[in-house]
């Protein structure tokens, strides 16, 4: 196809006078439409600055082609020359606006083409055209209905280079016919206002290098104000202290790319931290995340350590011992839990001792006179520990020296010999290398002691849950595992809730040396008893054992103050349940996936660390704002007090029933296996939004049809591989439940390829199910088909039952898939 410059190419009128976001007509104008003979000279009114601002692009999308940027010639060709025109209008600041337009509506046969210049996709697969256009309502044209068309068609060709242009007319590819949502009449002209349309179409897979579009116009009455080329991508972000990197959207509309983020300077992760960018240019699903190395702190996205302790100084030594005193470090960059110091003789360094301390001094005993021993000394923060400081180098004194203070007395025969006999027990011990592992020294209470020999620094081996239950004083629990705040560091805003032991609050925690965080307080209320107060605290105690980004975390407790406190992160969407219930079908399935993946991702955290949850049901899964699920609710009289959804068993227990799994229910056998079961439940929750299950059945009929065989049907649009998988967590044998490992695999399988859930459970089947499944509780549950409709919420459909003839729930049960 060869084509010329369009006519007016280049001309330029001087600004005219529209200003405001209203786009107006000129009243010289307004009556350009009466001979339509030529192209109107209305586009004019287009011509304002203020659409440039307006439309500025949002932070995903990157313009290959924005024709109202292009301060020179667009260098676009009409074909045939008296086609389409190009109006060549300035703003107010003489900027030019490439304005098109034809309205050849009373000839007949038009085809007129407009090209582009080519234009580079910079590598995105996939782009999106964003046109502006204005079209006149050809029912107002005087006397050019017969010709008059109301839409125009958009073509591309793809090409690696320029050399495309070229081409014949058949070789474009069409994208689509658009058409106008609104057109514009002679009224609309005289009000001076007009009726721009804007259409996104988008094109892909593309394979070449470039394109070209091309505008075909039949014989309609359009201005082209303006043609934006975009792909999208998801920008750059730091997340979970790993960076992903601006990432092109896929080529196909539903694709995910999977992206791995790469852990911030001094941070390391365990899980490999990964996102997903959806075609929308979102980053949807975060799975894993990097933490800072010991010693490095995280604040804004990134890791700093505190500064070493520098300032060591010795304080008496003996000859057996040595007494250091130090200063904080001059950063610490947050509240210093405790101190790590490490010595060992000099020369000698594969023998080491540990000491932690709370304090700033220490004295290190059992060491061997007129012997020279190096101490490094590093300090401990929430983040984790800091540097260890530069090696510090003091000798104990010879044996019959007197002590550095001048205070001791001499040592007596025997006792030298006793020492002597003691340390050469002593040293045997430790050349022996029977002596690596950890023990709780017996000094000052707020010291611990550990021992090290040849580099085997005491390994616990995989990190298990320690019941709070096992301490004698559970207060001890809670300051093991949970660290205290100070009352003055938290500042509540508003009530958000009503928990079991007091209000749910939401506000703000100001640590020194930290960044103000929003949290949520719990409150233990006024006239507790002593063991409201230890179940409260409990609770610290679990979590605080816990890390993990699937898991709610907890910044501390308050127990030295009153109100006692138990303080989270914030969750900006509050509980699973209530969010899905107010945002009913408002999630993609990607979305919905994302969040059960969490959840099991979160459960599996537990599972490893040998934590029955118990109570996993969606109200029990808090959701922030970027939609990451994190299981919480880790009250310590397990279940069951609190839980409004927790019924009595007949053996006495409170069980939530609906979420329980039949062994836990019959006989307390609560395991990892039944928690799989209560996930299984989660499930259907989350895709059906929040429905409750088993609906307002009893819970003795959950119990008795549970049973007897009976499961929940499928939610309505369910992808059949949840549908299975949800099947799979309510096998009767908990041996044959898949665990929250297989279970993260799986949700990690369907959500790289996304194409697997797009077979839904029908809803024939889904019926069959409610039928076959629901079978056994014609039996007696229900006394006529009407209420057992009523009871699964299928009530509308009683009279097409009863039409049918199934009138019985004898005769419902026969029902077949036919
Ligand atoms: O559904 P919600 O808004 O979410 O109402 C309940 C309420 O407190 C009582 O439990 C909310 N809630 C509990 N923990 C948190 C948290 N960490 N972040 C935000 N909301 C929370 C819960």
């Known amino acids: 196809m060869r084509g010329s410059r369009p006519r007016g190419a280049g001309r330029r009128r001087p600004p005219g006078g529209c200003g405001g976001d209203t786009l107006r007509t000129p009243a010289s104008l307004a009556g350009c439409y009466s001979a339509p003979r030529r192209a109107p000279l209305w586009t004019c009114l287009l011509l304002c600055a203020a659409l440039r601002t307006l439309l500025a692009s949002p932070s995903n999308e990157v313009n290959l082609l924005d024709s109202r940027t292009v301060m020179g010639d667009l260098g676009w060709i009409a074909f045939p020359k008296n086609g389409w025109e190009e109006i060549g209008e300035v703003d ?6 490439h304005t098109y337009q034809v309205c050849k509506v009373m000839e007949q046969n038009q085809n007129n083409w407009l090209l582009t210049s080519w234009i580079s996709n910079e590598g995105a697969s996939r782009i999106f055209i964003e046109l502006k256009f204005t079209l006149r309502d050809c029912n107002s044209l ?100 790993a960076v992903f990197p601006d990432t092109i959207t896929g080529a196909d509309s539903s694709q995910l790319l999977e992206v791995s983020g790469s852990c911030v300077n001094h941070s390391v992760t365990d899980e490999p931290p990964k996102m997903h960018c959806s075609a929308e240019g979102e980053w949807l699903v975060p799975i894993g ?25 010795k304080g008496k030594i003996a000859k057996n011992s040595i007494s250091l005193s130090w200063q904080e470090p001059d950063r610490p960059n947050g509240i210093i839990l405790e101190y790590e110091i490490k010595y060992f003789e000099k020369d000698q360094e594969t023998s080491y001792t540990i000491i932690k301390s709370k304090e700033t001094t220490i004295t290190a005993e059992g060491l061997k006179p007129a012997s020279v021993y190096v101490f490094q000394i590093r300090a ?52 022996s290398g029977r002596r690596c592992g950890y023990s709780k020294a017996k000094q000052d209470p707020e ?33 093991e595992f949970a660290k205290e705040i100070e009352a003055s560091c938290i500042t509540i805003e508003r009530v958000i809730g009503a928990g079991e032991f007091g209000e749910v609050c939401s506000g703000r925690l100001k640590l020194p040396g930290k960044r103000e965080l929003p949290v949520a307080i719990k409150t233990l209320k006024v006239g507790y008893t002593e063991k409201q107060r230890r179940d409260f605290l409990g609770e610290a105690s679990i979590m605080g054992q816990f890390d993990h980004p699937n898991i709610i975390h907890l910044e501390g407790v308050v127990t030295k103050s009153k109100p006692v406190m138990i303080v989270t992160e914030y969750m900006e969407n509050g509980s699973l349940d209530t969010f899905l219930k107010k945002n009913d079908g408002q999630f993609t399935v990607i979305q919905l996936v994302g969040m059960l993946r969490g959840i099991a991702a979160g459960m ?29 609710d880790f009250g310590l009289s397990r279940v069951l007090e609190d839980d409004p959804e927790a019924a009595y068993t007949t053996r006495g227990g409170k069980i939530p029933i609906r979420w329980t799994a039949p062994e836990a229910i019959a006989f307390r056998k609560f395991t990892s296996a039944s928690d799989v079961w209560s996930y299984g439940i989660v499930m259907w929750e989350v895709v059906s939004y929040g429905e409750r299950p088993y609906w307002e059945m009893t819970n003795q009929d959950v119990i008795k049809a549970v049973e007897e065989g009976y499961r929940l049907p499928s939610p309505m649009d369910c992808p059949a591989a949840l549908y299975q998988l949800m099947l799979d ?20 399988k369907l959500i790289r390829n996304p194409s697997s859930l797009k077979t839904l459970v029908n809803a024939s089947s889904r019926v069959s199910n409610l039928l076959a499944e629901h079978g056994p509780l014609g039996s007696g549950a229900y006394r006529s088909v009407g209420e057992w409709l009523e009871a699964i919420k299928m009530g509308r459909y009683t009279e097409i039952f009863m039409e049918n003839g199934y009138s019985s729930m004898d005769a419902v049960a026969q029902v077949t898939l036919e």
């Open 380 to 431: 401990r923060t929430a983040a984790g520990y800091g540097v260890f400081s530069r090696r510090f180098e003091f000798e104990t004194i010879p044996v019959f020296a007197a002590s550095s203070d001048q205070s001791q007395i001499p040592i007596i025969a025997v006792s030298v010999t006793v020492g002597v006999i003691l340390l050469a027990v002593v040293i045997g011990f430790l050349l």
């Open 289 to 313: 995340k990097c933490m800072c190395k010991e010693g490095y702190e995280e604040k804004n996205g990134t890791c700093q350590a505190p500064s070493p302790v520098t300032n060591v100084k």
């Open 447 to 479: 010291e611990e002691k550990m021992h090290f020999h040849n580099g085997h620094i005491k390994l616990p081996g995989v990190r298990t849950y320690i019941d709070p239950h096992t301490y004698e004083d559970p207060n001890q629990a809670v300051h």
């Open 729 to 748: 967590c309510w096998q009767k044998d908990r041996n044959s439940r898949p665990k929250f490992d297989e279970i993260v695999n799986m949700l990690d």
């Open 142 to 241: 005087p006397g050019g209905l017969g010709t008059c068309k109301e839409t125009f068609n958009m073509y591309y060709f793809e090409s690696d280079d320029e050399n495309g242009r070229n081409i014949k007319e058949n070789q474009y590819i069409k994208i689509d016919t658009i058409a106008a949502d609104e057109s514009f009449t002679e009224l609309d002209l005289g009000d001076r206002v007009m009726k721009l349309n804007t259409e996104v179409r988008d094109v892909g897979p593309l394979s070449k290098k470039g394109f070209y579009l091309a505008f075909q116009d039949v014989g309609a009455c359009i201005a082209l104000v303006s043609v934006r080329v975009y792909y999208k991508k998801c920008p750059s972000v730091i997340r979970h202290l």
């Open 604 to 632: 599996k955290y537990l599972s490893d660390m040998g934590y029955v949850h118990r109570d996993l049901a969606a109200r029990n899964i808090l959701i922030n704002s970027n939609l990451v699920c994190k299981v919480s």
């Open 92 to 97: 107010e600041n003489y900027a030019p606006i």
